[in-house]
Structure formats: C-alpha cells, structure tokens
C-alpha cells in the first residue's frame, strides 16, 4: 500500500510539474509582439514623429541613446528638450537654458514618457522590466494573454514600483490594450496600425479611465472595457512617422 501511494504521488507531482511548465512564457510572448511591429529592427535607427504639438526624434543606438522633443513657445521661442543617457539638457533658441532639479525632472520624464510609450513593446525587453503570465481571458469575443509587468528599482527609473498589465492578442500577439497607474489608473485601447516602410508598425490608443466608486484591481479594466464602463479622456495619435 505504502509503495502503491508513493508512485501515485510521483505521477501527481509529475503532472503538476508539466501543468507549470505548459504555461505560456511571458518573454516569448512579448518577443513575438515585437517582431509583429517590426519593433526587432529598430536598432541603431531613428525615429521620428510629430505628437500633439511637438516634434520627437528618437535615436535607437544602445549604447549612447538620444531622446529630443522639439516645439516652439510664445513666450521663450524655439524649444529642445534633450535627454540621453548623459542627462537631461534644455536648450532656447539655440542656447543651454539652466534648469532647476526638479524641473529637469519633470521635463525629463515628459519626454521619456512619450517616446515610451511608442515604443511599446520593444521598451518590455528593457533590462529593468520583469514579466509575468498571468491568465488567458477574452474581450470582446476574443482571445488575449494577459501580462503583468513590474520593474527592478535598479535601472527601473523613479516609478519603478509602478505595474503595467498588458493583453496580446492569443494569435498575432499584436498589443491591443494595456493598463498602467501613473498619474492615475488608465487603460489604452488600440486605435488604428499606422504602417511605415514595409516592416514598421505603430499603432493609437483611445486612453480612459473610470470614474465609478467601487475600487477595482488594475489587472480587470479589459472587463470594464467590454462592459462599456470606462470614460474616454483622450486620443493617443502619432503623425508623420517616419524611420530612418
């Protein structure tokens, strides 16, 4: 009896082991979101597009990054915003300008999040990012892998304690929606494919939030989001993309 109890349990653990190990990798799926943008060859490129009222150019070499947001202000002219993995420098009408603390930051972190934001999801694969599968559901009749991702504190920048989740659709991986909690909890549902060149594809976002009483968990605004019950705050379009 002893011996017969011992084997059954050797085959449960067997099987559970083979459950865990049938779960889908985080990394793969993500890896395949990147190819279907054609995000995988963006290295040592530059990307450039114009969003709301500024220009961005965003320069992909790994080693020495550069991130400028380019726009002209009715009170101080022309304005370059900078930022690399030297720092952050603002320059008017062609001149450094002196910065505080804690305005380099706040303009720092508005140029770093757009051009994050475009590059989702080539910026998942950054060695601050860490990936998790959490389930299979499905919205709006079809099926999506749900990933939630957090961030090391080293490397992870000042939000490093933020949690994204993001749901890939279950067939060609595209990144149809994610959820974040900076700056408030929103939601983005894709809004478009824009196609550059014959490999690039970027794609904009209708970004909400929702304003009901009852506290949800981020990981379940796909559900709100197929129940009709988030409030659309505004749209998410890049223009004049151009990769060189």
């Keep these: 009896m002893q011996k017969n109890q011992f084997f059954l349990s050797v085959i449960i653990a067997s099987l559970g082991f083979s459950a865990c190990n049938l779960k889908p990798s985080p990394q793969k799926i993500v890896d395949k979101s990147i190819h279907f943008y ?45 930022l690399s993995s030297r720092g952050f420098v603002r320059e008017v009408n062609g001149l450094i300008n002196p910065l505080s603390n804690k305005d380099s930051l706040k303009y720092a972190e508005s140029v770093n999040s757009v051009a994050y934001f475009a590059l989702l999801p080539l910026k998942l694969n950054d060695e601050a990012v860490e990936k998790k599968y959490l389930k299979s559901v499905m919205v709006n009749g079809k099926a999506y892998d749900e990933i939630e991702v957090s961030f090391k504190k080293e490397n992870g920048g000042s939000h490093y304690d933020d949690k994204f989740y993001f749901w890939f659709d279950a067939l060609d991986h595209s990144m149809d929606y994610f959820a974040y909690s900076k700056g408030g909890n929103r939601f983005r549902a894709i809004d478009g494919l824009q196609k550059v060149g014959d490999k690039y594809y970027f794609q904009n976002y209708d970004n ?11 990981s379940d605004y796909h559900i709100l989001f197929e129940q009709d019950k988030l409030t659309k705050l505004s749209e998410i379009k890049l223009e004049n993309i151009k990769v060189k």
């Design 38 to 82: 054609g995000m995988d060859e963006l290295d040592n490129k530059v990307l450039e597009f114009d969003f709301r009222q500024s220009h961005f150019s965003i320069d992909l070499n790994d080693k020495d990054w550069f991130y400028q947001r380019s726009f002209t202000d009715s009170v101080l002219g022309k304005v370059k915003d900078q």
């Design 208 to 218: 909400f939030e929702y304003k009901g009483k009852e506290k949800l968990p981020l």
